[in-house]
Every structure is written in structure tokens, then in C-alpha cells.
């Protein structure tokens, strides 16, 4: 991997969230999600593909700042822009149908959008447990779940690292927020 590479598309990603703030109560900076998500890949699947681990690093710059598809592509290349394109929500779309179309999409990503994916929401489950938004009520983090392994279903098979770490990952969430419904195919 060239690491100037990749240490390039973490400065970036650090300037491009810079005013962000994760939704816990502490408020902790964004930047932690895209190196998390980047950390589970590489350090838990076992991902050495350099364009996933930098999309990693990026995949939230298009969704959640002004970056642009442009701007990644010139910075990052065609491989990259693709991938953080694959995963990116259309924010002008209501927040119930990004979720549904989550769902439905997750199927048809490439391999490795899929990837990235599960890496994701492996992540966010975890901030969901260990520092979870101020404002969400229990049932609303069960509902999280619920709807993230939904999104997971359509994104196996690409990943077996992934994948059983996805389920011990919610099975766990699923115990330490008592709910009992939550866990794999359920």
C-alpha cells in the first residue's frame, strides 16, 4: 500500500469532517467513524486493497460535506470515486426512503462496496453500544439493528471475516441492549 496515499486521503477526510461531531454524548469528533470503519476492514476482514481502505477513509465526504464526486476523483482516481459513489445516500431523498433503499441496493453493490458496507455498520453498531446517541431511545437503537442487518443480508458472501464478525457484532448489541429480537435472522 503507498501510505503517502492513503495518510492523503486521511488529512483530506480530516479537513472535509473537521466541524463535524459524532451524535454520541460525548460529541466526539466524525473523523473517528471513517478511521474505525478503515480499521475494521484492513485490521478485522483482512482487507489489503488500497482503493476500499481509502474509500473507507472517504466514504462519508460526498454524503455528509460539500465534497464533490469530481473532487474525489481528481484527489483519489476512478477506483476510489466509484466506491465512495457506490455507498453514498442521496441526501435529497427523505430519510425513510435512503433506508429502504439501502435495503434494496445493498444486493446489487460491487463486491467490495459491500465490504465497506458491512465494515459500516459494523461500526455504527458499536458506537451504538459503547456511546450511543444522547437523544435515542432504546427502541429506536433496537430499530437500528433491525434495519442494519437487513441492509448486512444483501451484502454477504464477499467477506467471510466480515460476515462473522457482523453477527457476533450484533449478537452482542443485541444482548447488552437486552432486546432480544435483534440478532441474526430475526
Request: aromatic share 4%; charged share 25%; hydrophobic share 40%.
Amino acid at each position: 500500500m503507498n501510505i503517502v496515499h492513503f495518510l492523503s486521503a486521511l488529512e483530506f477526510a480530516a479537513e472535509k469532517h473537521k466541524n463535524q461531531k459524532r451524535k454520541d454524548a460525548e460529541a466526539s469528533p466524525y473523523i473517528n467513524h471513517p478511521i474505525a470503519v478503515a480499521k475494521i476492514l484492513a485490521g478485522e476482514g483482512g482487507v489489503t486493497d488500497e482503493s476500499l481502505l481509502i474509500a473507507a477513509i472517504l466514504h462519508d465526504t460526498v454524503e455528509d460535506t460539500a465534497t464533490t464526486s469530481e473532487e474525489l476523483l481528481a484527489r483519489f482516481g476512478a477506483d476510489v470515486a466509484a466506491l465512495v459513489g457506490e455507498v453514498t445516500d442521496d441526501k435529497s431523498l427523505p430519510k425513510e426512503r435512503r433506508k429502504e433503499l439501502q435495503i434494496i441496493n445493498a444486493p446489487h453493490k460491487s463486491a467490495r462496496a459491500k465490504q465497506l458496507k458491512i465494515a459500516d455498520k459494523i461500526s455504527n453498531i458499536r458506537d451504538i453500544v459503547s456511546s450511543p446517541p444522547a437523544e435515542w431511545s432504546m427502541a429506536r437503537k433496537r430499530g437500528y439493528l433491525h434495519w442494519t442487518n437487513q441492509v448486512v443480508e444483501g451484502c454477504r458472501g464477499m467477506n467471510e471475516l466480515l460476515d462473522r464478525l457482523f453477527d457476533v457484532t450484533l449478537t452482542e448489541a443485541g444482548v447488552s441492549l437486552a432486546s432480544g429480537g435483534v440478532e441474526k435472522g430475526q
